[in-house]
């Protein structure tokens, strides 16, 4: 990768195999790519990355080469096409393996055994290989094998438990929450793993689990539960550090936010108000 301003980038002359999916396991792989890492997509010809038949798209064309949704989370990559069921399409991976540094992947458990691609299988073509797997709930336990996507996995989590209004049902975030969360702590590991390498010459399997990583959106409420035995729950428009804070009707109909967090805000919104 060329260098940036004269400097080295981050991840320069790192390799990545890529066969992650969707949201998560691609953002992890980006990031090393948008910091110099050489990151090579490897999707199936049989069937296509979810997120190509999903819109935006170029010129309002569906096409699997016009997904903006796509391009926002693969920019910066290289792409190759394989058919794993194939009966080389497993060897063409692991030729592949052979020169990476690092492999990202977010099947369903098993998935990539039954292909012979699992990280046994991987380090016997390259010893130091760094591996990181990314299914919702990690490799085993009882819901080892279930399958879902951001909405399935916040609710899960049990961030849909904090959004809503305290007399109606959760109603969780507008996107994907986790999607956008879980993959800063996944490349945390990951890098981690790629220092400890760096320091041992020794690779590492990454039993990365979203499910695992999706508490840490929860902020104090798991916290607030084990010391004080409260449960939080969904609180509208109300913060427990502010006040007012909310979204108030107004006497012609319309509405105004109001918040104040300090007594600075207090002391300015009772003045704009005319009364000090």
Not at 66 to 73: D, I, L, T, V
Not at 230 to 258: F, K, L, S, W
């Amino acid at each position: 990768m060329p260098e940036t301003h004269g400097r080295r980038q981050a991840f320069e002359g790192l390799r990545v195999a890529d066969l992650a999916w969707v949201g998560v396991g691609p953002l992890v792989s980006k990031y090393l790519a948008d910091h110099g890492a050489e990151v090579i997509r490897v999707e199936s010809t049989t069937y296509p990355e979810t997120l190509r038949r999903v819109g935006p798209f170029l010129n309002d064309v569906p096409n699997l080469d016009n997904s903006g949704y796509y391009a926002n989370f693969n920019s910066s990559k290289l792409c190759m096409s394989v058919n794993l069921k194939h009966e080389r399409g497993p060897e063409m991976v692991r030729r592949l393996v052979a020169q990476c540094d690092v492999v990202t992947e977010s099947f369903t458990p098993g998935t990539m055994a039954r292909f012979g691609l699992d990280y046994e299988s991987l380090r016997a073509v390259r010893d130091d290989i760094v591996m990181i797997s990314m299914p919702l709930y990690g490799q085993t336990g009882p819901w080892g094998r279930y399958m879902g996507y951001g909405h399935v996995l916040q609710a899960a989590a049990g961030i849909n438990h904090l959004t809503g209004w305290p007399d109606e049902p959760p109603i969780g975030t507008g996107v994907a929450y986790t999607d956008f969360l879980v993959p800063h702590i996944a490349a945390t590991a990951l890098i981690a793993a790629l220092d400890y390498r760096r320091r041992t010459g020794i690779g590492q399997y990454i039993d990365f689990s979203q499910m695992e990583g999706s508490v840490h959106g929860l902020g104090t409420a798991i916290l607030d539960w084990t010391v004080n035995g409260h449960e939080q729950t969904r609180m509208g428009n109300r913060d427990p550090e502010a006040a007012p804070h909310g979204c108030y009707v107004c006497r012609d109909g319309r509405y105004v936010v109001i918040a104040c967090a300090t007594e600075k805000h207090w002391e300015g919104f009772k003045a704009a108000l005319g009364r000090p």
